[in-house]
Nanobody, 114 residues
Framework: QVQVVESGGGLVQAGGSLRLSCAAS????????MVWYRQVLGKQREVVATISSAGSTNYAAAVKRRFTISRDSVKNTLYLQMDSLKPEDTAIYYC????????WGQGTQVTVSA
């Protein structure tokens, strides 16, 4: 079954950086628009950033100019470089294709302290 596994989260102080990874199985990764989402307990999952198969990117206003999404289609891996982190970035981060073609992973917890 095609699935994703997120990693790279952790505890960081405000202003710090983290790099998240999302390893995808199956052959559809390279042709899929991929998405990083985040979710705070009790709130809806929200889109953080997207990247098309051709490499075009889009970002939520809250993370623009601080986060960078990228992909390595040889390694079937999606990345999210997060700089200048803020406490409001604290959430569980998930990845999936735009059509949710992969089985959802457990996500990776990002906690930013003030």
């Amino acid at each position: 079954q095609v699935q994703v596994v997120e990693s790279g989260g952790g505890l960081v102080q405000a202003g710090g950086s983290l790099r998240l990874s999302c390893a995808a199985s199956g052959s559809s990764f390279s042709s899929s628009t991929m998405v990083w989402y985040r979710q705070v307990l009790g709130k809806q999952r929200e889109v953080v950033a997207t990247i098309s198969s051709a490499g075009s990117t889009n970002y939520a206003a809250a993370v623009k100019r601080r986060f960078t999404i990228s992909r390595d289609s040889v390694k079937n891996t999606l990345y999210l470089q997060m700089d200048s982190l803020k406490p409001e970035d604290t959430a569980i981060y998930y990845c999936n294709s735009f059509t949710a073609a992969f089985k959802w992973g457990q996500g990776t917890q990002v906690t930013v302290s003030a």
